[in-house]
Nanobody, 119 residues
Framework: QVQLVESGGGLVQAGGSLRLSCAAS????????MGWYRQAPGKQRESVAA???????NYADSVKGRFTISRDNTKNTAYLQMNSLKPEDTGVYYC?????????????WGQGTQVTVSS
């Protein structure tokens, strides 16, 4: 069974930084795209950043220049470095990964990690 475990959330003042991690584990053959999503209170979940297995990235306009997504394929782990945080970045951050395991490809989600940015 595949699991995604996130870590690194917390409370930070505006202008501060946090680094999120997402580790995929289980009987994995390969991990394709990985991404981070967030959901603010009362809002829909939105894509923040994504990275392919080859390292190509894309970002939501609201985080370009402040957030950086990266990954370590040897550890099946993705990271989200968040700098210059703003109160509007507050929300639950979820990791998503497209994983090939048990002869099929599926999307998996982590349990979410809370990020709170105070003004």
């Amino acid at each position: 069974q595949v699991q995604l475990v996130e870590s690194g959330g917390g409370l930070v003042q505006a202008g501060g930084s946090l680094r999120l991690s997402c580790a995929a584990s289980g009987r994995i053959f390969s991990v394709n795209a990985m991404g981070w999503y967030r959901q603010a209170p009362g809002k829909q979940r939105e894509s923040v950043a994504a990275i392919t297995s080859g390292g190509s990235t894309n970002y939501a306009d609201s985080v370009k220049g402040r957030f950086t997504i990266s990954r370590d394929n040897t550890k099946n782990t993705a990271y989200l470095q968040m700098n210059s945080l703003k109160p509007e970045d507050t929300g639950v951050y979820y990791c998503n990964a497209r994983v090939y395991a048990d002869l099929r490809t599926r999307d998996y989600w982590g349990q979410g990690t809370q990020v709170t940015v105070s003004s």
